[in-house]
């Protein structure tokens, strides 16, 4: 008898692209997130972003701190159930990425690369950032792009998105960018419409006729022309081009640009230099095959769900691009490398127990540790407190460990909490306990209620006095 297969996995990924122009994050980003939609909750947030402010003094702040955009969508994501698994900057070009908690055992071998691509590669203010992931033990890679500006330059955005391809991660058996599962491309790639002048250009999308504009988009004319890029799958540009607007409106580029030479340039012509696209290796490797793919081959594919801009969005003269997709995949990995659970009641009062069990061929370090988070815990280093495994270890057997974490390291106020372990070696979160509460340490609550009650207490006399004042 054949075992039982793994049922298929479904995913909801949601991904940003926006070039910010330098600008703060703006007061809300419910509709950008789709935070309101009635349909099932994300899985996943992949959040690229160009022109991050990288000024001397804001970079070299940001080197040290989180900069304001991934400490904002961290406020707006984390109390909703996500972490941020991972991020890369190279100056003003930004990759961030969350996922739900109950994920996180199954995402392994992440890492993170750039490329500058800016002034003959010495320069960060072009280029790509790229993180890449196992995801239920399918290889998933993402490259935020930002490429030159300017109509005539085609032909060197072509170059560019070829040398970040060419890119390598440090690391054993990592495949390269275009051997990973799925694969996506997004970021201000800056194409322009070619071809056509700006009356008409304007002219079509005042009338919602895009699809005029479709052929003479460059990227487009460039995918039927150029060989690696024929892969690529894009959804219909069913909404306006995203460039160029004046601030704070939904009006194109109305204001006359002055150049070096004292003469004003040509009001720029829209474009849509804001774009999503992605890569299936399975369909590249079986599309010339006759029929359909037999259930073996379909181990993962990918849907898009929707593909909008976000007009409402007036910080930079960019608008927002977002692409819902749905993954569905035979999860490879189905067991979490670490079961762990906090032992008994937990009290702030006492002195407390972990115990977890791991499966045989997990590989543990010195290393390794346990943390205890709040439930709404930002990222991996955002912990309260942490037990080493091998160090605060009192019994072990040949199913389960269990470590101590001392009383004086619980917060006294207790709450809800969860624990995680470690991977030294992998880098990684590799178990993580359902939510739990502990109990507050009542003494000292007692204690800090009865001091509050006698600053309060006053005298007839006292009273009096302040009555009479």
Request: net charge negative; hydrophobic share 40%.
């Amino acid at each position: 008898m054949e075992p039982a297969r793994p049922a298929l996995r479904g995913l909801r990924l949601h991904l940003v692209t926006w070039n910010v122009g330098t600008a703060s994050p703006p007061p809300d980003v419910t509709s950008l997130l789709q935070l309101n939609s009635l349909g099932p909750t994300m899985d996943m947030y992949v959040i690229g972003l160009q022109e991050v402010n990288s000024r001397i003094t804001n970079f070299l702040s940001d080197l040290a701190f989180d900069d304001p955009w991934s400490i904002f969508f961290m406020t707006v994501l984390s109390p909703l159930g996500y972490i941020k698994l991972s991020s890369v900057r190279m100056q003003g070009l930004l990759l961030l990425i969350f996922v739900k908690h109950v994920h996180l055992p199954f995402i392994r071998d992440v890492h993170t690369h750039y490329t500058r691509t800016g002034l003959y590669g010495y320069w960060g203010n072009k280029g790509g950032v790229t993180i890449r992931m196992s995801l239920y033990g399918h290889t998933v890679c993402f490259i935020n792009c930002h490429l030159p500006a300017h109509m005539e330059n085609t032909e060197q955005r072509l170059d560019d998105f070829e040398k970040i391809l060419e890119m390598q991660f440090e690391g054993e058996n990592i495949p390269s960018t275009l051997d990973h599962d799925i694969l996506f491309w997004f970021g201000d790639l800056n194409f322009r419409i070619a071809d056509y002048g700006i009356h008409f250009v304007r002219e079509s999308i005042n009338n919602k006729r895009y699809n005029l504009l479709w052929e003479k988009d460059q990227l487009n004319m460039a995918k039927k022309k150029e060989a690696f890029l024929q892969e690529f799958i894009e959804g219909p540009l069913q909404f306006k081009p995203t460039y160029k607007f004046d601030l704070y409106s939904d009006v194109y580029d109305t204001r006359e640009q002055k150049s070096l030479f004292w003469f004003n340039e040509k009001k720029r012509k829209p474009a849509w230099t804001d774009r999503i696209l992605w890569r299936v290796k399975n369909l590249c490797q079986h599309a010339s095959k006759e029929g359909e793919f037999s259930e073996e081959e379909q181990t993962i594919s990918v849907t898009l769900n929707n593909y909008i801009s976000h007009m409402s969005y007036g910080i930079s003269d960019h608008k927002p691009v977002t692409g819902t997709f749905g993954l569905e995949l035979k999860p490879l990995l189905t067991d979490p490398l670490i079961t762990l659970n906090p032992e008994g009641e937990w009290s702030a009062e006492h002195d407390v127990l972990i115990r977890y069990s791991a499966v045989p061929e997990f590989s543990s370090s010195a290393w390794d540790w346990i943390g205890l988070f709040k439930v709404a815990f930002k990222h991996v280093n955002d912990y309260v407190t942490y037990a080493w495994v091998e160090d605060d270890e009192i019994s072990s057997n040949k199913d389960s460990k269990q470590v101590y974490m001392s009383a004086a390291e619980i917060p006294d106020a207790g709450g809800e909490f969860l624990l995680c372990y470690y991977s030294n070696n992998l880098q990684a979160i590799v178990g993580i306990s359902q939510p739990f509460q502990i109990q507050p340490n009542r003494t000292l609550i007692e204690k800090d209620l009865a001091q509050e009650e006698n600053s309060w207490t006053q005298t007839p006399d006292n009273l009096q006095s302040h009555i009479e004042f």
